[in-house]
């Protein structure tokens, strides 16, 4: 069973702080990797993927990837209270095989 | 340029109904995922269609659940004889040709309500 695992939260932190968002996954063939933020009762919306071992930047978000470690993880930078969302990472095995985590749900405090 | 298109949002059916659940890929787009969630987890893999294929089916129910992408027309997900545990938002997903680093589309879900 290929298992992709996530701390549930809830994470709360303050406005401007970082938040850190981790995700690590069972399947050593896993090729690509994503993150996706979904608001309460709306659907998920893709902000990150990452493919390559090392960090990628885009704004106030970065995605690091250590497959060694099986582990992937989101920073958010200067966070924000409209960032407060659940944080889904998703894994990629082959085509059309993409697994989610059950989320964590982040809260940033004004 | 429309996105992935669900319906209907909501749909309430009682015990033992048919539920049908359309979705309409964005344009481009040959290769449609659906995938529940239940409230308070995360997404699960129900079924992989391409036009009039059935790519992978691993995460449908083996009962009551089936799946089309006719070569005209939406996806539709069918669950028959709905029972109070298929409440949840099905959520579809569109795609082209899935490249390793694409990612998926979501539509904005059906949320099914069992009463």
């Known amino acids: 069973q290929k298992e992709v695992e996530q701390n549930s939260g809830p994470l709360s932190v303050p406005e401007g702080a970082i938040a850190s968002l981790n995700c690590t996954y069972s399947?050593?063939?896993?090729?690509?990797f994503f993150w996706y933020r979904q608001y309460s009762g709306k659907s998920p919306e893709l902000i990150m993927f990452?493919?390559?071992?090392g960090d990628k930047e885009d704004g106030r978000f970065t995605a690091q990837l250590n497959k060694a470690s099986q582990y992937v993880s989101l920073l958010i930078r200067d966070s924000q209270p409209s960032d407060s969302a659940t944080y889904l990472c998703?894994?990629?095995?082959?085509?059309?095989?993409?697994?989610f985590g059950a989320g964590t749900r982040l809260t940033v405090k004004p | 340029n429309a996105g992935v298109m669900q319906n209907p949002r909501h749909l309430v059916r009682r015990r033992g109904q048919e539920a049908r659940l359309r979705c309409s890929p964005m344009?481009?787009?040959?290769?449609v995922y659906w995938y529940r969630q239940l409230p308070e987890e995360g997404l699960k893999f129900m079924v992989y269609?391409?036009?009039?294929?059935?790519?992978?089916e691993s995460g449908m129910p083996k009962e009551r659940f089936s799946a089309e992408f006719p070569k005209e027309g939406p996806s539709i997900l069918r669950i028959q004889q709905v029972v109070r545990g298929d409440s949840a938002a099905y959520f579809c997903?569109?795609?082209?040709?899935?490249?390793?680093?694409?990612?998926?589309?979501f539509g904005s879900g059906t949320r099914l309500t069992v009463v």
């Open positions: 990452i493919y390559s071992n």
């Open positions: 269609l391409q036009k009039e294929n059935i790519i992978d």
């Open positions: 997903a569109s795609s082209p040709p899935p490249a390793i680093n694409y990612g998926y589309t």
């Open positions: 399947d050593r063939g896993s090729q690509s």
């Open positions: 998703a894994v990629r095995g082959g085509p059309g095989d993409m697994r």
């Open positions: 344009k481009g787009h040959s290769h």
